[in-house]
Antibody, heavy 118, light 110 residues
């Protein structure tokens, strides 16, 4: 199993960014996927979950209405569209494969850093 | 959804056992057997250690075990080793169809 995030960077508050997570080594289209973030020096913070076929999405209250999780199973890729970014969205963003029933994360990428600063 | 409560730090000598608690509410840990635990070394991605309260993924040492009573879950590390020094996080599914992590515990091997 390999998960490789990309798309992070430095940007100003209010701007948008799309993160990608390229998956390999497993049948991507049969697994739900999570995004989890970690602010510098802080703990883990769950962001979003998408079902294996993309038909169901769930979000943390802190990002609902601003972030959108999606996937392209034909390209084995997971996405996180982040709009109206705020300083408190600054974090390393990890994609993670969901285990059975989607209620835990059994494989993680190395993360991509998003810094929101004026 | 507030973070689950963990002690900030736990320490033990090599060979000893330590237990990390994770306290939630009746809306998460108290209702669902969907508690998982993650180990994170500095600068590294988290690693799944326990899922569904008590189950261990293939490849994880049997020195790691999980349990739950009421609104509190626990992770026990027996036969503490230097390589166990890391941050540990619990996580639970919630009644809002979301997930919550714990505040994190730094384990120090003396």
């Amino acid at each position: 199993v390999q998960l490789v995030e990309s798309g992070g960077g430095v940007l100003q508050p209010g701007r948008s960014l799309r993160l990608s997570c390229a998956a390999s080594g497993f049948t991507f289209g049969t697994y739900a996927m999570h995004w989890v973030r970690q602010a510098p020096g802080k703990g883990l913070d769950w962001v979003a979950l998408i079902s294996s076929d993309g038909s169901n999405n769930y979000y943390a209250d802190s990002v609902k209405g601003r972030f959108t999780i999606s996937r392209d199973n034909s390209k084995n890729t997971l996405f996180l569209q982040m709009n109206s970014l705020r300083a408190d969205d600054t974090a390393i963003y990890y994609c993670a494969r969901a285990g059975v029933r989607g209620v835990y994360r059994d494989s993680w990428g190395q993360g991509t850093l998003v810094t929101v600063s004026s | 959804q507030s973070a689950l409560t963990q002690p900030a730090s736990v320490s033990g000598s090599p060979g000893q056992s330590i237990t990390i608690s994770c306290t939630g509410t009746s809306s998460d840990i108290g209702t669902y057997n969907y508690v998982s635990w993650y180990q994170q070394h500095p600068g590294k991605a988290p690693k799944l250690m326990i899922y569904d309260v008590t189950d261990r993924p293939s490849g994880v040492s049997n020195r790691f075990s999980g349990s739950k009573s009421g609104n509190t879950a626990s992770l026990t590390v027996s036969g503490l080793q230097a390589e166990d020094e890391a941050d540990y996080y619990c996580s639970s599914y919630t009644s809002s169809n979301t997930f919550v992590f714990g505040t994190g515990t730094k384990v120090t091997v003396l």
